[in-house]
């Protein structure tokens, strides 16, 4: 995983906990459809209900993949929550925009693809969060075995897992993320969403999120 800037992962940090689109809680850990306890909940979707922080995480995306994939001839978004990100940034781009689905629509096409699919088509793709990498890299071997060159993907935060990085390594992915769980706990203590004394446990969970408990 790469930072576009330092700076950026900070304010893009400190907006995320701004509007609540991160809430911080070590004391009353939210549970994820694995099992897994976590002290933190990402919802980035809703920076859309906020322009100056909409317009914020599209502009930086924009130059996130201007800088790392000039050669982008399109943009694919993951559903659902890539979705808005990615067709924002194709706007502003003016590329082709497509989004990929979890599973294969029942009916109709049975399109696993929305849009064009071009074989051979140049492709970023866009995603909102990333823990693990499993749902993000599935998008990303689906527009491969589709035709597509997937040159890497964007996204707008990482937990920052040591398994995450693995499995994109494996999967020969890019991934440059505009902010991040290593760049977000300092701004949290500053901003006196969580304190000194649950640094331990907030940085214990990162390293093995498993296992963790409160």
Not at 160 to 184: M, P, R
Request: aromatic fraction near 8%; charged fraction near 20%.
């Amino acid at each position: 995983m790469e930072i576009l800037d330092p700076s950026v992962a900070a304010e893009v940090a400190d907006k995320l906990l701004e509007i609540q689109a991160i809430r911080l809680q070590p004391e009353n850990p939210f549970t994820w459809a694995s099992g897994w306890k976590s002290p933190i909940y990402c919802d980035n979707r809703l920076s859309l209900s906020f322009p100056a922080v909409r317009n914020l995480i599209k502009s930086q995306l924009v130059k996130s993949v201007m800088h790392y994939f000039p050669e982008a001839e399109a943009i694919a978004g993951v559903a659902t929550a890539g979705i808005p990100q990615g067709a924002l940034i194709a706007n502003d781009l003016e590329l082709p925009f497509i989004y990929v689905r979890s599973k294969a629509k029942g009916h109709g096409m049975e399109n696993m693809i929305e849009g064009k699919v071009t074989p051979g088509q140049k492709v970023v793709v866009v995603e909102d969060l990333v823990s693990t990498g499993g749902s993000s890299l599935k998008a990303a071997e689906d527009l491969r075995k589709a035709g597509f060159e997937v040159l890497g993907m964007v996204a707008i935060f990482s937990y920052g897992f040591d398994l995450a990085a693995e499995n994109f390594k494996n999967a020969g992915v890019k991934l440059i993320c505009l902010s991040h769980y290593e760049a977000l706990l300092p701004r949290a203590i500053q901003k006196k969403y969580v304190t000194d004394e649950t640094l331990k446990s907030l940085s214990a969970w990162r390293k093995d999120p498993s296992t963790w408990t409160p």
